[in-house]
């Protein structure tokens, strides 16, 4: 490419995309792009509640919410791609990738992610629901929050949906799609609306 410049601003819009790719980056290319993540970071910090480890890759595309008593954590070594949405309290373990459009609502309550998860793209984590009683209008429900917990080494399938109150397993595989209401096993890997089990991890 002629233009060194637009060559490196779609670098670095692959890089929102596609954030496992910047861990693996050459030295030559890490030379420009800690100095971006950390401009990146620091304006993030300045402006939310967020914490940051060190080696964490966040995407100036993604929209991160952490008003005070709502904190977002991020583990050493943790990722948020282009067009997530993170409203804390969240506290993400380490070596976490959270893709594209990923949906993160912590609720009051919150949303834990264990170490070495992988949240695939367009999933959703809602940790909080309305209530539904006849005669009430919804946005006149109450509104509760039990939390989520997901559990180390899991992998969250895209465009699958948690609900409050759920626990996920360590090692646990949530499929494409898969709606998931209640607790999942470690190990276990659980697809369909609602999910249930339909395997387990070996080996």
Sequence with gaps: ?????????????????????????????????????ARVQARLTALE??????????APEARIFAEPGRPVILGAGSSVAAEAFLHG?????????LNPRVVLDGGSAG??????????????????????????SIRSQPVRSRGIRVGRDVWIGANAGITDGVTVGDGAVVGMGAVVTRDVPPGAIVGGVPARVIGWRSG
């Design 1 to 37: 490419m002629s233009d060194p410049r637009l060559y490196r601003a779609q670098h670095k819009r692959r890089l929102s995309w596609m954030p496992w790719l910047y861990f693996t980056l050459k030295p030559r290319h890490l030379a420009w792009a800690e100095p971006w993540q």
């Design 49 to 58: 509640t967020v914490e940051l480890e060190p080696g964490c890759f966040v």
């Design 89 to 97: 309290p969240i506290r993400v373990g380490r070596n976490v990738s």
């Design 111 to 136: 949303i834990e992610i264990g170490d070495d998860t992988r949240i695939a793209a367009g999933a959703s984590l809602y940790a909080f629901d309305h209530g539904m009683t006849e005669g009430r």
